[in-house]
């Protein structure tokens, strides 16, 4: 079992950064590959990035490539997103999950997922 809060979210500009903390209760936390995600207003819950438990391998949805970079550190049991270059499209709650699927490989797909965390708000004004 794994427990997850988010936070350092906010109201900024664009082009403003931002850094969003994950932080992790649990023994197991080092074990998984852990995953950012978001949701707009009217809309399903998307990829953002994906870490693997060692931190050597990142994934990010093509549209946060460049911008964004997610890293963790499993001493400190935390996941973190630093949000670069925003834009007012960043706007949305951002999740952080662990994925539990160890049968599947696509750290893209939602449904690897669980342990969510109750989300931070990212506002990105134009």
């Not at 403003?16 to 995600?37: E, V």
């Not at 050597?56 to 973190?80: E, H, L, M, Q």
Request: net charge positive; aromatic share 12%; with cysteine.
């Amino acid at each position: 079992q794994v427990q997850l809060v988010e936070s350092g979210g906010g109201l900024v500009q664009a082009g403003d950064s931002l850094r969003l903390s994950c932080a992790a209760s649990g023994r197991t936390f080092s074990t998984y590959t852990m995953g950012w995600f978001r949701q707009a207003p009217g809309k399903a819950r998307e990829f953002v990035a994906a870490i693997r438990w060692s931190g050597g391998r990142t994934y990010y949805a093509d549209s946060v490539k460049g911008r964004f970079t997610i890293s963790r550190d499993n001493a400190k049991n935390t996941v973190s997103l630093q949000m670069n270059s925003l834009k007012p499209e960043d706007t949305a709650v951002y999740y952080c999950a662990a994925h539990i699927d160890s049968h599947s490989g696509n750290y893209y797909d939602i449904r690897g997922y669980g342990y969510w965390g109750q989300g931070t708000q990212v506002t990105v004004s134009s």
